[in-house]
């Protein structure tokens, strides 16, 4: 069955302290993956999406990378407003055509 | 350019009766997905419009319906309430669809208490 696990659930950080968010994934194939930024009482906001084993993205103080089986969202120097839940979904690309997101992880970082 | 609109934000029903939300998407955009998320399950797909056709559905009871009209605004309705159908319920909006090959823009949600 298709699973996407996100670790840790909960991460709280001091302003500055560097460190990496996982997104575990099964799936008959992957079409793609992708991260979004979500904040209390907000939709999720898109953040990267990646397609092949081995790409990287970046964006301010966050670089996304994707190996066969995980992804992880590296946060350098965070900031107190990098503070939010980080979402991570798959799309299968033999199972029907939906999306499958993690639970998330919530983040928070200190000033 | 406007964002993904929806309304209303606050909804409380009682169970058995039924509701329905409504999603204006970006501008020219012409797909449409409803999701659900609760602190539980998280975010979960619930179905996908284009082009007032419905292209994509998740693993939700007959229950959960959708249309979308021609002007590409797109409404969910909910029959027959149950207390676990509480949740936060988004809409996203893309250019064209295809999930994977378009970035979708959330709205800020419909948040449905059902007592």
């Known amino acids: 069955e298709d699973q996407v696990t996100q670790s840790p659930e909960a991460l709280r950080l001091q302003e500055g302290e560097s460190s990496s968010l996982n997104c575990s994934y099964t799936v008959s194939g992957l079409r793609g993956l992708f991260w979004y930024r979500q904040d209390p009482g907000k939709g999720p906001e898109f953040l990267f999406t990646l397609y092949s084993a081995g790409e990287e993205k970046e964006k301010e103080r966050l670089k996304a990378t994707l190996t066969k089986k995980e992804s992880f969202l590296h946060i350098t120097a965070p900031k107190p407003e990098d503070s939010a839940t980080y979402l991570c979904?798959?799309?299968?690309?033999?199972?029907?055509?939906?999306?499958?997101f993690g639970k998330g992880t919530r983040l928070h970082i200190l000033p | 350019k406007a964002g993904v609109t929806q309304t209303p934000r606050y909804l409380i029903k009682t169970r058995g009766q039924q509701v329905t939300l409504s999603c204006s998407p970006i501008?020219?955009?012409?797909?449409v997905s409803w999701y659900q998320q609760t602190p539980g399950q998280g975010l979960q797909f619930l179905f996908e419009?284009?082009?007032?056709?419905?292209?994509n559905k998740g693993n939700f009871p007959g229950r959960f319906s959708g249309r979308q009209f021609s002007n590409s605004r797109s409404e969910m309705n909910v029959s027959t309430l149950e207390l676990g159908d509480s949740a936060l319920y988004l809409c996203?909006?893309?250019?064209?669809?295809?999930?994977?090959?378009?970035?979708?823009?959330f709205g800020p949600g419909t948040r449905l208490l059902v007592l």
């Open positions: 979904a798959v799309h299968s690309l033999y199972r029907d055509d939906k999306i499958i």
């Open positions: 419009y284009f082009s007032e056709t419905q292209r």
């Open positions: 996203a909006s893309s250019f064209s669809g295809g999930l994977a090959q378009e970035t979708q823009y």
């Open positions: 501008s020219g955009h012409r797909s």
